[in-house]
């Protein structure tokens, strides 16, 4: 314990730069940055991350500016490092925000939005229910152990104050933007097909028998073939998470390395 303490103090000016990539990727992280959380316990994590950090790898050492601004420019770059791979992990997870307002708009509960705890925004109730699984799926397999872990290695590969922010670094983004979506719209997908041959019977009933109102008979007839897949879907969401937190570990890995010096 003392040579924990007696090391933290010494490289006091070390551990508040690993302390604000911590903190940076704590606050924009979904499964640790919810609005619900304290921020004494963001800080506090941070700081217990941040301590473990420099006990284990006490050859860390810092290059910048012999004045003020110059280490406060590092701290803000260290900052930004940290919510880029916090901004990851939101990214990716809110893969089903977009595959639950997909599905609502097909089944006719778009209108319905849920207060998020966690972020304290309305989102489609779909999206929520599909959220909270893979949140729980996550902290369930320790998911989280594993993101922090990627934070760990992150400053094996990129040196404090070292990381490059170029145009690789936005092309990463993009690919993950784009794969979003993607994916999001093969979660929804069945959903989505099924309600697409209902339309299309309805549209031929509608031909064949105009005295029948179809946007009556449809909308009962959208929510529970809606509900049905959603009953047979829901079982499925635990092979879905595998792949999505592959997914989530690989893009956080590639975002890593393209911040390398």
Same mark, same amino acid.
């Given at each position: ?190 959903? =989505? %097909?099924?309600? &697409?041959? *209902?339309?299309?019977? +309805?549209?031929? #009933?509608?031909?064949?028998? /105009?005295?029948? $109102? @179809?946007?009556? =008979? %449809?909308?009962? &007839?959208? *929510?529970?073939?809606? +509900?049905?897949? #959603?009953?047979?879907?829901? /079982?499925?969401? $635990? @092979? ?7 997914? *989530?570990?690989?893009? +956080? ?9």
């Amino acid at each position: 314990m003392d040579f924990l303490m007696s090391n933290v103090f010494f490289h006091i000016d070390i551990v508040l730069l690993v302390f604000i990539r911590f903190l940076g990727f704590f606050i924009t992280s979904p499964v640790f940055g919810g609005r619900d959380i304290p921020s004494y316990s963001k800080i506090g994590l941070s700081f217990i991350m941040s301590t473990i950090l420099i006990s284990t790898m006490p050859d860390i050492t810092v290059s910048y500016n012999d004045n003020i601004l110059g280490y406060v420019l590092l701290i803000l770059k260290e900052l930004v490092v940290g919510m880029l791979f916090g901004f990851i992990v939101y990214l990716i997870l809110s893969t089903f925000y977009l595959a639950g307002q997909l599905i609502d708009y097909q089944i006719g509960f778009s209108m319905i939005n849920v207060l998020d705890p966690l972020s304290q925004i309305q989102i489609p109730i779909t999206g929520n229910f599909y959220y909270l699984i893979i949140l729980a799926l996550l902290l369930v397999t320790n998911g989280h152990h594993k993101i922090i872990q990627a934070l760990f290695y992150s400053y094996n590969v990129i040196p404090i104050g070292e990381a490059i922010f170029n145009s690789t670094m936005i092309g990463n983004y993009i690919i993950i933007l784009s794969d979003i979506f993607i994916l999001a719209i093969k979660i929804a997908s069945p959903i =989505i %097909g099924a309600i &697409l041959i *209902l339309d299309v019977a +309805l549209g031929i #009933l509608a031909r064949t028998a /105009p005295q029948m $109102n @179809m946007f009556v =008979i %449809g909308l009962p &007839l959208k *929510l529970i073939i809606g +509900l049905v897949f #959603l009953m047979i879907i829901t /079982p499925l969401l $635990n @092979m879905i998470y595998n792949f999505i937190a592959e997914e *989530l570990f690989r893009q +956080l890995f590639i975002v890593i390395k393209g911040l390398m010096p």
